[in-house]
């Protein structure tokens, strides 16, 4: 065919994701095709104190350059662990004029109220968003474009230590990539769960020493919980969701426990028989049991993959917004 | 009170075990020294083991003078020696939003202006310019040729035919057959296990029976009684409540004249229901069985206890009944799902899916007390399925002659149902629905002949006089071209798609 050569050429679909996880750095590589995301290759390295985050994230690298030597510009950086503090408050407000759609001016307004009354002593915002909404008493994940006088709108914001926060920057600096995003890894998660339609659940992300509890109420993420508990101290476990779990509201109680292996040796099935066996109504008055489920793969990605999909979904969304 | 310090290198667990051997029950924790005690959800977990061991936690900052100058010299020096790496995160943002655009560098404008000097090319050079403006015009000329593309969709008004087919969907044969009306059958299965669980929703009432003693009288001066284990005694002023003999009574003929030295004797009672109002109180007077009352009668000197009565949350059969709907229902869509991805080119015709049920346990037996149960089960599913693409070709022939002339139908916009209306043997008798998509057969080359190079006013009078045409719509590619008014020269750059109306 003539003139060929004119046809504008198909847009490079490579990105970065770096993930740091409980107990172990993992960065790898997706390449976009037809809307399917395929990961062309991943690097992994174990820590076991922050300190050796940024060393670990070096090897991960090199590692990951053996593979695929290319490394795309941009990416997108997940955090799990280590100082995370998350806070979710809901902002109530009635609007003057209930005909004009929401728009992102609107909710970043608000969303920049919410984070100036919010106590930042050593620490950094590094992720804030809408994660759900209420108009006029109807919930939606998403008020952009809708109309409506009473709004309230649930602001999920993410912190970390200054120390913390430094660290990452000087990685970033250090491994030259173009962070597009960055966000807490269980956050990303969460949204395989929506596809499942569960409204109240709770993603439990577990390690060998470290966890995080993820709590979603009416579908979206309320708090993210990390703690120095995992498969090595089960005796001790269940004070984790008691504690995750006391503040809890009846109706917001989860129906399903989301079990998620932070690496290979983390052997969830005791920690499934251990959710099963507990007696939630007399201990933390949860009337039903709730479903305890281990993660499976999702949409062809193993298990000990899923944290790379969904933060390569958040990072598919980011390009194409 | 007993004061815990950690060091850096202790961690959650160490801290557990030190508040559980600790003696003391009011326990203070120092938590500026140890990066574990500033996790939120770490702390609720140590003032729950705490309590789960009858102690008392509480948490306090250390903030020793010395330590918090060295930190914050240490920050100064870190700020001093190495300048800080921007990601772009701003406090109080979410990064992935959308940022203000940058301004603009604007180059400082020089002041004053001169123009260039300029001289006439003369000999050699003269050529060189010509050809270069010659080669700039062929080139211009070439790509105005070439390089346009158009999209024309042309909107054709909507048409639609439906047609219904009776066919005969054979396992034995490996072809269709248009003409007997015969489609091959394929016989698809496949095993899904899945559990739901429900509330249970029946009740149902439980307790204990009443107990007692009474003392049976006999003031029939001619006969003996004997009242066998078992025989009921009714209460006379609540004839309701019954109450059965433990044991055997046998009691003697009375004296002539006797009142008060009557001959009794004693046997114990046990309520015929369960509940409260058995637990009847002392000097109750009871009917025996069919027994005269005014020779014959039971009296009890102490009260009656222990009959109890609740309600309780049982399963139901309707309970049971209605998980297993349920469950059937969502492991049937799953089979769906699962023959589609494992079958795509395949249909089910409605009524085409049978089951049998291999394996079904339910957490709860009917009747058994529980707020909730849970239903495992396995089910075989069996479809009967056959060839999309064929039945739409079987479909499709059997309207072809009935398609108005100038039409054709658009397979790909055409839907087709079946259902299935009964078995034969191992064939089934189905019937076929098609909601055949018309489209006028326009001849593509023509229109790209007709049109190409014409100016956007010549190809709307060409396209509004074709027949069914209702719209058009013409994209060129790049947009800079749409300013020449004019559709491609050459015609193998115009493309024609041809989509139906509303």
């Not at chain 1, 173009?178 to 109240?200: A, G, H, R, W, Y």
Request: overall charge negative; glycine content about 6%.
């Amino acid at each position: 065919m003539p003139f060929n050569i004119l046809q504008r050429k198909p847009k490079n679909q490579n990105f970065f994701v770096l993930e740091i996880g409980l107990e172990r750095v993992t960065c790898a590589i997706f390449n976009k095709e037809d809307s399917q995301l395929k990961l062309a290759g991943v690097g992994r390295k174990k820590f076991s104190s922050h300190e050796d985050i940024f060393n670990s994230s070096i090897e991960a690298l090199d590692a990951l350059s053996a593979i695929v030597p290319d490394i795309p510009e941009k990416g997108i950086l997940g955090i799990s662990g280590g100082s995370l503090e998350t806070i979710t408050t809901i902002a109530r407000y009635e609007r003057p004029k209930a005909t004009k759609p929401i728009d992102h001016k609107e909710t970043e307004q608000v969303l920049n109220q919410v984070i100036e009354n919010l106590d930042k002593t050593n620490k950094k915002i590094f992720f804030s968003t809408i994660s759900g909404a209420k108009i006029d008493g109807v919930s939606v994940t998403n008020p952009l474009g809708l109309r409506g006088q009473k709004v309230e709108l649930s602001c999920f914001v993410a912190f970390q230590s200054e120390v913390e926060v430094e660290l990452l920057n000087r990685l970033v600096g250090e491994i030259e990539i173009d962070v597009k995003k960055m966000l807490p890894t269980s956050f990303s998660v969460c949204k395989i769960l929506e596809q499942k339609e569960v409204k109240n659940a709770l993603l439990f992300r577990v390690g060998l020493a470290k966890s995080e509890i993820t709590i979603l109420e009416e579908g979206h993420v309320s708090d993210i919980y990390p703690f120095d508990l995992g498969m090595n101290n089960l005796s001790y476990i269940q004070f984790a969701w008691e504690a995750a779990l006391k503040d809890i509201e009846k109706e917001h109680a989860p129906s399903l426990i989301w079990l998620l292996a932070d690496n290979d040796e983390a052997e969830l099935e005791k920690l499934k028989e251990e959710l099963k066996s507990y007696d939630w109504q007399s201990k933390i008055n949860i009337p039903i049991n709730p479903k305890v489920e281990i993660v499976s793969s999702v949409h062809h990605f193993s298990v000990s993959d899923i944290t790379l999909y969904a933060l390569a979904q958040e990072g598919t969304t980011n390009e194409d917004s | 009170m007993k004061i815990l310090r950690f060091e850096e290198t202790n961690n959650l667990i160490d801290c557990l075990e030190a508040i559980k051997a600790e003696e003391d029950t009011e326990i203070k924790i120092f938590t500026a020294e140890s990066e574990f005690l500033k996790k939120n959800l770490n702390r609720e977990i140590i003032q729950l083991v705490a309590k789960n061991s009858k102690k008392t936690v509480s948490f306090e900052e250390t903030a020793p003078k010395i330590s918090e100058a060295q930190a914050e010299i240490t920050e100064r020096t870190e700020q001093a020696e190495a300048p800080k790496e921007n990601l772009g995160f701003v406090e109080g943002r979410d990064v992935a939003a959308p940022t203000a655009q940058e301004e603009p560098l604007v180059p400082e404008s020089k002041k004053g202006f001169k123009l260039p000097s300029f001289k006439f090319p003369k000999g050699k050079k003269l050529y060189i310019i010509a050809g270069t403006c010659l080669a700039i015009f062929l080139i211009a000329a070439l790509t105005f040729v070439f390089l346009p593309s158009a999209n024309v969709i042309i909107s054709t008004e909507a048409n639609f035919k439906e047609s219904e087919l009776t066919l005969t969907a054979s396992k034995s044969a490996s072809s269709p057959d248009s003409a007997k009306g015969i489609i091959p059958l394929k016989i698809l299965d496949v095993n899904e296990e899945d559990n739901i669980e429900e509330n249970s929703s029946g009740t149902k009432t439980t307790g204990t029976t009443a107990k007692g003693r009474v003392k049976i009288v006999n003031r029939d001066t001619a006969n003996g009684k004997t009242f066998f284990q078992g025989t009921v005694i009714t209460s006379l002023s609540n004839q309701s409540l019954a109450f059965s003999l433990d044991r055997t009574a046998t009691i003697s003929a009375a004296p002539a004249g006797c009142e008060a030295d009557c001959p009794q004797v004693g046997v114990d009672v046990t309520a015929k229901t369960i509940g409260e109002q058995s637990n009847l109180s002392s000097g109750t007077v009871f009917k025996i069985g069919d027994a005269n009352i005014n020779f014959v009668f039971a009296k009890n000197d102490t009260n009656f206890t222990g009959g109890t009565s609740r309600k309780i949350t049982v399963v139901s059969a309707n309970d049971q009944k209605n998980a297993k709907e349920d469950l059937l229902k969502k492991l049937e869509t799953k089979a769906k799902e699962d023959f589609q991805e494992k079958n795509p080119d395949f249909i089910i015709p409605e009524g085409g899916l049978t089951f049998s049920v291999i394996n079904e346990v339910y957490s709860k037996a009917i009747g058994e007390e529980a707020q909730n149960f849970r239903l495992s089960m396995q089910v075989k599913f069996t479809a009967n399925a056959f060839s999309e693409d064929t039945l739409k070709e079987l479909l499709i022939g059997s309207i072809s002659s009935n398609i108005p002339s100038g039409y054709g139908v658009d397979e790909k916009d055409s839907k087709i149902t079946s259902e299935v209306l009964e078995k034969t043997g191992e064939d089934l008798k189905i019937l076929g629905k098609i909601k055949a998509s018309l489209i006028p057969s326009l001849n593509s080359n023509e229109i790209k002949a007709k049109i190409s190079g014409k100016s956007f006013s010549r190809v709307d009078s060409y396209l509004r006089s074709l027949n069914s045409v209702s719209g058009f719509e013409i994209k060129i590619s790049p947009s800079l071209f749409r300013f020449f008014g004019i559709l491609p020269v050459v015609k193998d750059r115009i493309k024609i798609e041809i989509a139906q109306g509303n």
